[in-house]
């Protein structure tokens, strides 16, 4: 470590590149990536449309095959990633800033923490909060437990929060990191190519095969997400005002959040996306304080000191298990198609985070993108699912039937039902799931013109509005053919590949980042 009086080798674009200035960046739309991922997008839905029973039968089969064989190694490979971002965050590393040394950050600490939690997964919270706990109350993780029973309610909390606390965000984390420092630091365009093959031109085919397959595999994830969200606004309208469950009030539903998002998106970051984010985050921490002021407070509190404690004793043996002396069912549908599902999304999150995060250091990032979302994770599972789980072993509310006859996307306005102001605070809950997924949309449709125009920070508007239509396309016509789930399926099975990319772009991270240090720095590839 470097002693204060001592200045640090590192160097920026500017001060590296300075005998060979760096060429202006090429922001033109690539008709390669853009026509390659389009023609995937498009023969995938006309698949779902005229096949959806063989689409299904199909990915269901692969991801059976893949999950089973190589579940072992997504664990792997999602713990390894907790240990290297928080190496890198705390030792000499972390004081690299992902800019040029000195710079401060364009977003204030507040709204960017809005906006990665936002884009990362606010909306999954809402809505696996109450449905995650319950379901792992009636069906305890690894049939360690007896359903309905205390030892079953503390592995609920525990396996829940561990589903969604650090290993997901360091898949989020380290993609975005990888990006941020090829960016700000190097000069490298916003492309998951120019981590993974940062030798080569994004012209070249081997980047643009690469940078295809990321915006076909984000439009998937995006358009599954905003479906599922959809179907649970529908069962809110249905709960509260009667509207019928059905797919043409979903499609109806869809409609009306492209219109939004892509408003939203046209803004840009600095208004659109930045406030809908911070309102966001005002308003489920308002329902949250709803809920622990209106339910079982004092057991809420025991349940978050309790769930705390248990994560942190238990990480390393809930992320070392494989199901090789049992349980590996119930692993399989859980935890390891978490690890696939979170890598599907990794690209999309990662490239959007990175776009947020200019001027703040690797310690700075890693711990705002670690720390801070899995706290906040651990808050709203403690008192959405500990309420839930309470009412339910309490028989206060049947929320294990509200979950088994209307799904996961019911569980949480079930749970509304049993507190006063039902019907004010099921409306806001369907207005934080709209925003949610604005926020989430938005963000999506950004990042995908992003990589359609050579990495571009500020991409053509029409373009933007391109992807928002497709991923809002894509998710009524596979919702109106029946083949959501299907597609859902298949984006996992196609994010298997993610997995070498991400081991080869931690790699090339940490080899930079060494370079720093060393005593004849190499300039920065952006300023060769």
């Known amino acids: 470590m470097l002693r204060k009086d001592q200045s640090a080798p590192l160097h920026t674009p500017a001060a590296a590149g300075r005998d060979r200035p760096a060429p202006p960046p090429d922001h033109r739309i690539d008709p390669v990536v853009l026509g390659t991922a389009l023609t995937l997008c498009l023969a995938f839905v ?122 997901p965000w360091s898949l989020y984390a380290l993609v975005g990191l990888a990006l941020a420092y090829g960016m700000f630091r190097r000069g490298r365009p916003n492309l998951l190519s120019s981590i993974v093959l940062p030798g080569r031109p994004s012209s070249s085919a081997p980047s643009r095969a690469v940078d295809a397959f990321v915006v076909f595999l984000t439009t998937f994830g995006a358009a599954t997400s905003l479906g599922l969200g959809a179907l649970q606004i529908n069962s809110g309208l249905a709960s509260t005002f009667g509207v019928p469950e059905n797919t043409a009030v979903a499609i109806a539903v869809i409609t009306g959040l492209m219109v939004l998002f892509v408003l939203s998106a046209v803004t840009g970051l600095h208004r659109g996306i930045k406030h809908i984010s911070t309102v966001n985050a005002a308003l489920a921490g308002l329902l949250v304080a709803f809920v622990f002021v209106a339910g079982p407070s004092v057991p809420v509190l025991q349940t978050l000191v309790e769930t705390v404690g248990g994560y942190a004793a238990h990480i390393v043996p809930m992320a070392s298990r494989t199901g090789v002396y049992g349980g590996e069912e119930w692993l399989t549908e859980w935890t390891v198609f978490y690890w696939a599902w979170w890598m599907s999304w990794a690209p999309f999150v990662g490239a959007f985070i990175a776009r947020i995060s200019r001027g703040r250091t690797i310690r700075e990032f890693v711990v705002g993108v670690l720390v801070v979302p899995t706290a906040l994770s651990l808050a709203w599972f403690a008192v959405m699912g500990g309420t839930g789980i309470h009412m339910q072993l309490s028989g206060e509310a049947p929320l294990a039937e509200a979950l088994a006859s209307s799904g996961e996307e019911g569980a949480l306005f079930a749970l509304f039902d049993h507190l006063p102001l039902a019907g004010l605070t099921s409306v806001a809950v369907m207005v934080l799931i709209a925003l949610f997924f604005v926020s989430s949309a938005d963000s999506a449709s950004v990042v995908l013109a992003m990589m359609c125009q050579r990495g571009a920070l500020h991409p053509h508007r029409p373009l933007v509005v391109l992807w928002g239509a497709v991923i809002a396309l894509t998710a009524a016509v596979l919702l109106l053919a029946g083949g959501l789930s299907a597609i859902q399926t298949a984006s996992l099975v196609i994010a298997l590949p993610f997995l070498a990319l991400l081991v080869a772009a931690c790699t090339g991270l940490y080899r930079e980042l060494r370079g720093e240090f060393s005593p004849d720095p190499s300039p920065p590839r952006g300023a060769r």
Request: aromatic letters at 12%.
């Open 46 to 167: 006309v698949w779902g449309v005229i096949d959806a029973d063989s689409l299904a039968a199909s990915a269901e089969g692969l991801l059976d095959r893949v999950l089973h064989s190589t579940g072992w190694l997504y664990g792997l490979v999602a713990s390894a990633l907790v240990v290297f971002a928080l190496f890198l965050a705390f030792s000499r590393y972390g004081r690299i800033r992902l800019g040029e040394d000195g710079e401060r950050p364009e977003f204030g600490t507040v709204a960017w923490t809005a906006m990665l939690f936002a884009s990362g997964m606010g909306i999954g919270l809402v809505f696996w909060g109450v449905a995650e706990p319950l379901s792992h109350l009636a069906e305890p993780p690894l049939g360690a437990a007896a359903p309905n029973s205390p030892q079953a309610s503390r592995l609920a909390m525990e396996y829940s929060v561990f589903h969604w606390g650090l290993h």
